[in-house]
């Protein structure tokens, strides 16, 4: 007699939910005999189609992977995959130079999730697992005995353990204007586009990636009137260099983290010396562009400097930076509470600037905005109204005084809340208020950083639910990689299919 199988729903098959389903298929079909059989993965998502999430869901060709083809592949023991897929396509007939040191448009890259999961799936049935796509909306979880009771907008079958892999949802900062017909409280709705006159005024809150993306697809409407990109403090991400050498780490390295970890936890101060030390000993004095000691507030004035660096020959910091990503979970498990916290607080946004810069491509198209004068970009907003007319004041500080700026369009782009609290999503709120779900100190939602079970509102692991993906960002720290939800997706399926506590 068979037994029956081990049911898995995945809720959420975006990048995390789609990868947690590849992991499953991979460790079961390679595992050991005990653990070969009798698996089936329910990959849910309101979606109509798995793989395409928040990043991969645009039909832009402007809106281009910001990692380069090369750091993109699906399976860690394969790094060549994606670059081989993609000389495949046939896009790859227009592409100049190195097809490794591309950056792809991002609908591609959904192309790729979903092609590997057609493969999955296929590897699966030969060895009795199967894995399905089903569009539902999920709105509850329910432990009932030895099994999971999901509430969705269609009947699901029992499971025994499920996977929530939510994703980036909708920031809830200016929710005030959630009904104004001239604002966009993500700029990932391609239906806002064409309402927006070609001469209108837009203000853009926020100045990071996901501005420039906004700027690319007003540009791609055929937009040419002003553009306003506003921030608290931040400028524009920085720039990666035109090439990434590979770069050896000589202080952070294991060892000295071990080393400097035996008595306790790193610190701040330790933590800042080792990347000091790294960086110094890659560029020398003048390399490092400290912006403590190097201050400017003129948007294309830094962009001109920052393009010129990266188009130089020289060593680059991104290099240090990138080198760095795959011990970045760990120095941030090694890190006292009070450090992580003191980082989030006072650094966590500059960090951004550096850990997320944009393709040199990107920067040459926003550079063109800036001398144009067509784009602005402002620092110091304090505050958003409607006025009467429809349009929008936006407030902010400026070294003369107060200033206001009218607008005839808004569009968010801050990205996706750090408070559970306050995101729009019923699924979460309801787990929230049961306390099946506990919001972690550091922000995003509590989970064990190596099994990615989620904590309950006294602190014990839940024997049956998982949380993969941005939100566990106060757990990891840096969640908004393919890299780094890959590593945590092959840890939690390693869980999962282990049996590992
Ligand atoms: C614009 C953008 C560009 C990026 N570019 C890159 C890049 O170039 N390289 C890189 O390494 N990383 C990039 N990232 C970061 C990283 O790849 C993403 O954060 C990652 O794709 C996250 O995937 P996810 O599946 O966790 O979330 P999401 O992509 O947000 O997917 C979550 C899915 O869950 C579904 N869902 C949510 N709630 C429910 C529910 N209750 N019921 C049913 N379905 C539900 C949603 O419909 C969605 O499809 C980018 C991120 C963004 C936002």
Not at 226 to 246: D, H, I, M, S
Not at 290 to 295: E, F, G
Request: proline share 7%.
């Amino acid at each position: 007699m068979t037994a029956s199988p081990t049911r898995i729903a995945i809720i959420g098959a975006g990048a995390s939910g789609v990868m947690t389903a590849l992991q499953l298929v991979h460790q079961r079909t390679t595992g050991n005999a005990e653990t070969r059989h009798n698996l089936a993965v329910h990959l849910l998502d309101r979606q109509p189609r798995p793989g395409a999430g928040v990043a991969y869901s645009s039909g832009l060709d402007c809106h281009i992977l910001n990692m380069r083809t090369r750091s993109m592949s699906l399976y860690e023991h394969d790094p060549g995959h994606f670059t081989r897929w993609l000389r495949e396509q046939p896009e790859a007939a227009q592409i100049t130079g190195h097809l490794e040191e591309h950056y792809p448009p991002r609908h591609i890259y959904g192309r790729y999730l979903r092609h590997c999961l057609g493969e999955a799936v296929r590897e699966a049935a030969q060895h009795h697992i199967t894995v399905d796509f089903q569009q539902c909306d999920v709105t509850d979880v329910v432990s009932e005995g030895d099994s999971l009771r999901l509430t969705a907008d269609q009947p699901l079958p029992r499971f025994d353990h499920a996977v929530l892999c939510l994703g980036d949802l909708p920031a809830t900062a200016y929710r005030q204007f959630a009904t104004h017909p001239r604002y966009a409280p993500t700029p990932w709705d391609p239906g806002f586009y064409p309402s927006i006159g070609p001469a209108d005024a837009v203000g853009v809150l926020g100045t990071s990636l996901t501005a420039v993306d906004t700027l690319l697809a007003l540009q791609a409407a055929g937009h040419s009137g002003p553009v306003y990109a506003f921030a608290r403090t931040r400028g524009l991400p920085k720039v990666q260099p035109r090439t990434l050498r590979p770069h050896s780490l000589k202080h952070l390295t294991p060892e000295h983290l071990n080393h400097l970890t035996r008595h306790g936890p790193l610190d701040l101060a330790d933590t800042a010396a080792l990347f000091r030390r790294e960086l110094d000993d890659a560029l020398g004095d003048d390399g490092w562009p400290s912006p403590a000691q190097n201050p400017r507030s003129d948007a294309a004035a830094d962009l001109a400097h920052d393009i010129r660096q990266a188009e130089g020959d020289g060593a680059h910091w991104y290099e240090v930076l990138d080198a760095t990503s795959p011990l970045a979970p760990d120095i941030w498990q090694r890190m006292s509470y009070r450090a992580k916290a003191e980082f989030l607080h006072h650094y966590s946004s500059l960090w951004a600037t550096y850990r997320h810069p944009m393709p040199l491509v990107n920067a040459h198209l926003v550079a063109q905005h800036l001398s144009s004068g067509q784009l602005r970009v402002l620092t110091g907003i304090t505050g958003v109204t409607a006025a009467s007319d429809g349009t929008f004041d936006i407030r902010r500080t400026a070294p003369g005084g107060d200033v206001t700026h009218r607008v005839d369009r808004l569009i968010n782009t801050t990205g996706t809340a750090t408070d559970p609290w306050l995101i729009d999503s019923p699924l979460l709120t309801t787990l929230l208020h049961r306390g099946i779900l506990t919001t972690h100190p550091l922000g995003g939602i509590d989970v064990h950083p190596h099994t990615l079970r989620t904590r309950d509102r006294n602190g014990d692991l839940h024997p049956r639910i998982h949380f993969l993906g941005p939100l566990t960002n106060g757990v990891h720290f840096y969640t908004n990689s393919i890299e780094t939800n890959l590593t945590n997706a092959t840890h939690l399926a390693n869980s999962l299919t282990s049996g590992s506590p």
